[in-house]
């Protein structure tokens, strides 16, 4: 497609389960970055991909989330064990990256996520 | 560290009126500012962004943005402000954070409301 895409748009689950989120980038993006973001509390940046490189993982709040990206394209984000105060927007962008590191991120419409 | 402000939480402005939402920031070197907005149940689009150059920096849907360096500042501007341009817009800064790897840091949102 022609922008970000991610799925599901919105997600209701219970307290404890294991939840995927996912995140299909612009083609030919290299750049790949997850953030959260909660009422009054602006974008929290998660993680990042940049090509085949080792991921930039200084922005996850606990163990119990991860993230990959398969084949330079896709990527999964999974929140073991939710919990309430992981309810949140959490956003995908891609970009041009590597030395176009200036360009702007692109961004999805977000998985709404509610923990009950 | 590098971080940008927005001092505003909410702005209003009757339409037609100019517009301004302020941010400023706090870096080391020279700075990568952005300038970005969000729509209801939307991701974030991107709308400007100062590299190097000319302090005026002219973006989409005829917003401007005017880096003013010994102040610390730039601030969105549009000269005629439409309902249409009602949303929540975020100001950012790229930072360093490491093994080749660029992250944005956002501020926490100014909330624009346009009056018919």
């Known amino acids: 497609g022609a922008g970000v895409s991610q799925s599901p748009s919105n997600k209701v689950t219970e307290k404890g389960k294991d939840v995927e989120l996912r995140c299909d980038p612009i083609s030919g993006h290299t750049a790949l970055y997850w953030y959260r973001q909660s009422l009054g509390q602006g974008l929290e940046f998660l993680i990042y991909f940049q090509g085949n490189s080792a991921p930039d993982k200084s922005g996850l709040p606990s163990d119990r989330f991860s993230a990959e990206r398969t084949g330079g394209s896709v990527s999964t984000l999974t929140i073991q064990r939710t919990q309430q105060e992981d309810s949140a927007v959490y956003l995908c962008?891609?970009?041009?990256?590597?030395?176009?590191?200036?360009?702007?991120?692109?961004f999805g419409d977000g998985t709404r996520l509610s923990i009950l | 560290a590098q971080s940008v402000a927005q001092p505003e939480d909410q702005v209003n402005v009757a339409e037609g009126n100019p517009l301004t939402v302020k941010c400023t920031y706090s870096?080391?070197?020279?700075?990568?500012l952005f300038w970005y907005v969000q729509y209801p149940n939307r991701g974030l689009q991107f709308l400007l962004k100062y590299i190097t150059g000319d302090n005026l920096v002219k973006g989409s849907y005829g917003f401007e943005a005017e880096f003013n360096k010994s102040q610390t500042s730039f601030h969105l501007k549009k000269p005629s402000a439409l309902v249409s341009d009602s949303a929540l817009y975020f100001c950012a800064v790229r930072r360093y954070s490491g093994a080749g790897s660029y992250q944005l840091t956002f501020g926490k949102g100014t909330k624009l409301s346009v009056i018919p």
């Open positions: 962008a891609s970009s041009l990256g590597g030395s176009y590191s200036n360009q702007p991120q692109h």
């Open positions: 870096v080391s070197g020279n700075p990568y």
